[in-house]
Each structure stands twice: as C-alpha cells, then as structure tokens.
C-alpha cells in the first residue's frame, strides 16, 4: 500500500523560506522508474505542478519558480523535501505530493498542507 | 491564467453523459500521449481517472473515458451519478521544459 505525507509549516512571512517534507511508504525511491512530485493548489484555484524528482536524482522544475525551488530525496528516511524561498502572499496554497505513475500522471497523493503566506 | 482551456461548468442530470474539454496546444496536448484527468471533492486531493489519454486506473469505473482530437482532450462521463459532482482537471506532458501542465479546472454538477 503506498502512501504519502506532507509535513511542513502553514504558516509562513513573506519573505521567509519554506521547506515541505513529503514522506512515503510502500515504493522506495531507488527503484528504476520511480518519481515523486510536488503539485500546489491555491485556495479556490487550479492545480499547479511545482517540481519532480526521479529515483536516479534527476529533477524537473516548473520554468516559472525554477529559481526558487529546490527538491532533494533522503532515500533511508524514504523522504523527499521541496524547499522555496522569498516566500509571496501569492504563494498561498495547498502543497500535495504525488507519487508518479507514468510520465506525467499522479496516481497517489498526500493529503495535502496548507500553508499561508501573512506577516 | 492556466495553460490549459477548460470550461469552468458542465452540468447533466443522472443518468446522462457529459463531457468536459481540455484544449491545448501542438507543445502539450496535441504533441504527446500523456493527458491525464483528475477528479476532486472539496476537501479532498486529486484523484486520477485518466492516464495516458485513454487508460483507467484499477477501481475507476469504465463511466469515465478519455480521448483526443488533434490539440484538445475531452473526458467522458457516462451514466452521470450524483457522486461525480466534483472539480475536474486536466494535465498534459509539455515537454523536458516545461514538464507539465495543468486545465483551469471544470466543474460538473449533476442536476
């Protein structure tokens, strides 16, 4: 059975930098193929693809935040870590993880964190 | 704005077939295999009931179809039930730059 969680702040300044953890169970990681993935939801809004990274670290960004994100695997703690920086009240959102099925199609997902831009 | 085109509502009563568009471009859509549709209940995170265009996860029920026309994808929801009352969204493999896309999001009510 795979599941996936995000931990992580909901609140957060403007500014200030953010860093989600997303940690998973029943896949590991290291496995040819895999690939787990950050996808962000603002209130009321559309779903937003954010960034992914493959059992062999290679990672893809969205081009519009690429200068902002970060996502790393901590493969023995079966975590996978999203971090933003200059955090924006429009950066306001539901964060999911995802478990990647093929290509570009999320099969599993976490529960989602909401995090809240606001000084 | 999204990169993908969806109308924000499509409505059916029960029992009825719906579909939802999803309209892209020659760099998505219309370029690769991999449009997917997601389902969503308020609340609740998406979940997958299209991949690939056309394939279904185990445990979707065979309502929901896909297909493709050229730069623009449609979902299928036949004999509408009142628990397909939910958001819908689109997605689509853009290439190794911008990865991927997602619609604006429709929403279906059932009547």
């Known amino acids: 059975q795979i599941t996936l969680k995000e931990s992580g702040p909901t609140l957060v300044k403007p500014t200030q930098n953010l860093t989600l953890t997303c940690t998973f169970s029943?896949?590991?990681?290291?496995?040819?193929?895999?690939?787990v993935g950050w996808i962000r939801q603002p209130p009321g809004k559309a779903l937003e693809w954010l960034a992914l990274?493959?059992?062999?670290?290679?990672?893809r960004y969205t081009p519009s935040l690429k200068s902002r994100l970060t996502i790393t695997k901590d493969t023995s703690k079966n975590q996978v870590v999203l971090a933003m920086t200059n955090m924006d009240p429009v950066d306001t959102a539901t964060y999911y993880c995802?478990?990647?099925?093929?290509?570009?199609?999320?099969?599993?997902w976490g529960q989602g964190n909401l995090v809240t831009v606001s000084s | 704005q999204s990169a993908l085109t969806q109308p924000p509502s499509a409505s059916g009563s029960p029992g009825q077939s719906v579909a939802i568009s999803c309209t892209g471009t020659s760099s998505d859509v219309g370029g690769y295999k991999y449009v997917s549709w997601y389902q969503q209940h308020p609340g609740k995170a998406p979940r997958l009931i299209i991949y690939e265009v056309t394939k279904r996860p185990s445990g979707v029920p065979d309502r929901f179809s896909g297909s493709k026309s050229g730069n623009t994808a449609s979902l299928t929801v036949s004999g509408l039930q009142a628990e397909d009352e939910a958001d819908y969204y689109c997605s689509s493999y853009a290439g190794s730059t911008n990865f991927e896309v997602f619609g604006g999001g429709t929403k279906l009510t059932v009547l």
């Open positions: 029943g896949f590991s990681l290291t496995s040819s193929g895999v690939g």
């Open positions: 995802a478990h990647r099925l093929t290509a570009t199609s999320w099969l599993y």
């Open positions: 990274i493959y059992w062999d670290d290679d990672v």
